[in-house]
Structure formats: structure tokens, C-alpha cells
């Protein structure tokens, strides 16, 4: 079994700052990328920032400039440091991890469930 779970999310003034988290656990050889998504009420579910194992990102042009995306692999987490928010930030956001259970099998997505983020005065 492997879980993903975000966390960090919550209520915040605009021009305010988050940093989500979001883990896998479980059985897992190796991840390779791991990405934040965000859905706000009402439209589709977007890409925000995506890194790679090797460090690699890439961002939303939203939110170049105020996001990073970072991770620790020692411990199978990632990382968004949300600066200079926005009302339209508001939205749910879904951490996706490419994850391999064993060397011979190739990745397979899983999602965590989402952590809210409302940035409101």
C-alpha cells in the first residue's frame, strides 16, 4: 500500500504566506516526479509546479515568482512555499507522486486527497 497526504493548508490573508507538505509512505522503491496541483470551484484541475528526483521544476506561469516547490527524499516529501498570495489562489491542491513499489514495475500515479487553501480578507 502506498499513501499520499498533503497538510499546511488553511486560511490566509492576502499577500500572506503557506507551505504545504505532502508525503508518501508505504511501499515504495523509488519516486520520480512529484507534483502540486490546484482545483479551484467551478474549473479544472491545473498543474501549479512539478519537480523532479533530480531537482529539476517546472511552474504554472501564475505562480512563478511566488511559489517554490522543493523536496526532501531522504524522506518522500514535497514541498510548496506559497508567498504573495492571491484571492484567485484559492483552491483545492492535490499532491500527484510518480511512484515505483518495485524496481521492475514502472511508475504509477497516486494522489492524496487535497488540502484547501483560501486566501481571503
Known amino acids: 500500500q502506498v499513501q499520499v497526504v498533503e497538510s499546511g493548508g488553511g486560511l490566509v490573508q492576502p499577500g500572506g504566506s503557506l507551505r504545504l507538505s505532502c508525503a508518501a509512505s508505504?511501499?515504495?522503491?523509488?519516486?520520480?516526479?512529484m507534483t502540486w496541483y490546484r482545483q479551484a470551484p467551478g474549473k479544472q484541475r491545473e498543474l501549479v509546479a512539478s519537480?523532479?528526483?533530480?531537482?529539476?521544476?517546472n511552474y504554472a506561469n501564475s505562480v512563478k515568482g511566488r511559489f517554490t516547490i522543493s523536496r526532501d527524499n531522504a524522506k518522500n516529501t514535497v514541498y510548496l512555499q506559497m508567498n504573495s498570495l492571491k484571492p484567485e489562489d484559492t483552491a483545492v491542491y492535490y499532491c500527484?507522486?510518480?511512484?515505483?513499489?518495485?524496481?521492475?514495475?514502472?511508475?504509477?500515479?497516486?494522489w492524496g486527497r487535497g488540502t484547501q487553501v483560501t486566501v481571503s480578507s
Open positions: 519537480i523532479t528526483s533530480g531537482g529539476s521544476t
Open positions: 500527484n507522486a510518480q511512484i515505483k513499489r518495485r524496481f521492475e514495475l514502472p511508475a504509477s500515479a497516486y
Open positions: 508505504g511501499s515504495i522503491f523509488s519516486i520520480d516526479a
